[in-house]
């Protein structure tokens, strides 16, 4: 209210998610539904550079003069073949993730084993510094202790900073192919569908996909959802045009 009658507008921030409940029951589920990283990351990833990949080849054969035919063909070999190995290096990427964390835990598993009085230590010191101290510190200890599970997932975070949802490889594979995909495939279809002008509306299209790219993941994020549309959209186009150049050097 004080904000209010000197004049001072209070700042207005967009929440990126639906407010929850936080009734005990409510609480719960939401927590046991936790199942690891979600694949934003990985859509995002795969979308724009199926759209960017494929209108840069798009570009570039037109630039060179080459017929529709050429692009087509060019096209779907990056859609399919780059597209997999997109997801290919993503699972290999998180399945390597995935292992790490699974040597870590057992390491962990063996120390307690071993070392328990040691490990204890480790484990009032990561929770001295979530703020615990004196009774309290002590009484946290042992009733995480006595849980040998929770001991574990406790030393990963606290240890090595990691979560305790482990990542889904192939979930995150499937999550950029289909991205890809479904991006990569927006430059071809003016020339697939045998339009007039095709690189021409394929131009706009692409330019609508990257723009869109850019305001959807804003949702995620703190950022206006056009100023996230003009980045995406500026990062596509400059690989487009380069593109574009280096095709035209080569014009038939």
Request: charged share 20%; aromatic share 8%.
């Amino acid at each position: 209210m004080i904000w209010h009658k000197v004049g001072v507008a209070l700042p207005s921030y967009k929440c990126s998610m639906k407010d929850h409940g936080h009734s005990h029951a409510e609480i719960r589920a939401r927590i046991d539904a936790a199942n690891g990283p979600g694949v934003l990351r990985d859509v995002i990833y795969g979308s724009i550079d199926g759209s960017v990949t494929t209108f840069a080849i798009v570009a570039g054969v037109a630039g060179a003069g080459l017929s529709p035919f050429v692009i087509v063909a060019l096209g779907m070999a990056n859609v399919l073949a780059d597209g997999f190995s997109m997801a290919a290096g993503n699972y290999s990427g998180t399945k390597a993730e995935l292992d790490n964390i699974r040597r870590l835990r057992r390491i962990e598993e063996r120390h307690i084993d071993l070392y328990p009085e040691g490990e204890r230590e480790e484990l009032a010191e990561i929770l001295r510094r979530k703020g615990l101290e004196g009774a309290a510190l002590k009484a946290a200890t042992d009733a995480i202790a006595q849980n040998r599970d929770a001991w574990i997932e406790m030393m990963m975070e606290g240890e090595y900073g990691v979560g305790g949802a482990d990542p889904r490889p192939m979930r995150a594979a499937l999550a950029t192919f289909a991205a890809f995909l479904m991006a990569g495939l927006v430059p071809l279809l003016p020339f697939l569908l045998g339009m007039e002008d095709a690189f021409r509306v394929s131009v706009w299209m692409t330019l609508v996909v990257f723009f869109g790219i850019g305001a959807l993941k804003s949702l995620w994020a703190m950022t206006a959802w056009w100023r996230s549309g003009l980045e995406t959209l500026g990062i596509g186009g400059v690989a487009a045009a380069l593109a574009y150049v280096v095709g035209a050097l080569f014009h038939v």
